[in-house]
């Protein structure tokens, strides 16, 4: 297994579970991934680390009542969190949090884009993010569910430098879906729901690999996770569900194909 010692900026390099129920979704979590927690002390406020064979790959923290539904929020690498939230605003999004140190860990801020899709941004201090990302039981993509694909697409063109580029949807003829690519690279996903998914407002799905995608759909149902989209095959990219946790906080597994 593999340790990431550092995140190049525009790529995502964290995520963190805010919920109702930090007991509960722990429990979930650790029987369907195998995660470890952990608790640390930074800028003088406890931290829930996730851990999968001793590697962090993110973190759970409490949702005080009133703040929102449970979810999880991605990270993006950046240099500067200041420069990242001028461009935000410049940008047409809103500063959700302003930049806030959390030393000797790092630096944040908490966004939305324009379309109303919340997001996060890592300056790092002593911690880079996550240790693992693209192994069973850790984040291997993230993927925006937008209304305005357009207005979307350029605002992170504007915030992170990526390239939006739309591609036919194999297993959906007449729809696209956009990657975002950093130097020619992709980092993440883009695609405009539709009427189906009665979606109630943008937001970005994070993936999680897993060995198998169809035992651990069932696996999330028998601990208390509903699927919300059967395991479903993409052609050249794996196979995939889309779950939520017992606390309503939604994700998705991917099993990813083989490539080469």
Not at 49 to 64: N, Q, W, Y
Not at 65 to 77: D, E, K, L
Not at 174 to 193: D, N
Request: glycine content about 12%; some cysteine.
């Amino acid at each position: 297994m593999s340790t990431m010692t550092q995140h190049a900026p525009g790529t995502f390099c964290w995520t963190q579970l805010g919920t109702t129920d930090e007991a509960g979704a722990k429990k979930f979590y650790s029987e369907l991934f195998g995660w470890k927690d952990e608790t640390e002390t930074a800028a003088g406020q406890p931290i829930t680390l996730l851990k999968k064979s001793d590697k962090t790959i993110g973190a759970v923290m409490p949702l005080p009542p009133g703040q929102g539904t449970p979810s999880w929020t991605p990270f993006v690498a950046v240099t500067n969190v200041d420069e990242t939230a001028t461009k935000v605003r410049n940008g047409g999004g809103k500063v959700v949090m302003e930049p806030m140190d959390v030393k000797p860990n790092g630096r944040f801020a908490v966004f939305q884009d324009p379309t109303e899709a919340v997001f996060a941004v890592w300056q790092a201090g002593t911690k880079k993010g996550a240790e693992i990302v693209g192994e069973p039981g850790s984040m291997v993509w993230n993927e925006l569910i937008t209304t305005d694909s357009k207005k979307a697409g350029s605002f992170y063109e504007s915030v992170f430098g990526w390239k939006a580029e739309p591609m036919p949807m194999p297993s959906d003829p007449g729809r696209t879906y956009t990657i975002f690519k950093q130097g020619g690279t992709g980092v993440g996903g883009m695609m405009t729901a539709t009427p189906e998914m009665h979606l109630t407002h943008p937001y970005w799905m994070l993936y999680f690999a897993v060995d198998d995608c169809d035992k651990s759909a069932a696996k999330a149902e028998q601990i208390g996770g509903k699927v919300m989209m059967k395991p479903t095959d993409i052609p050249t990219v794996g196979r995939f569900a889309v779950i939520r946790d017992p606390q309503g906080a939604w994700f998705s597994i991917l099993k990813p194909s083989p490539q080469g």
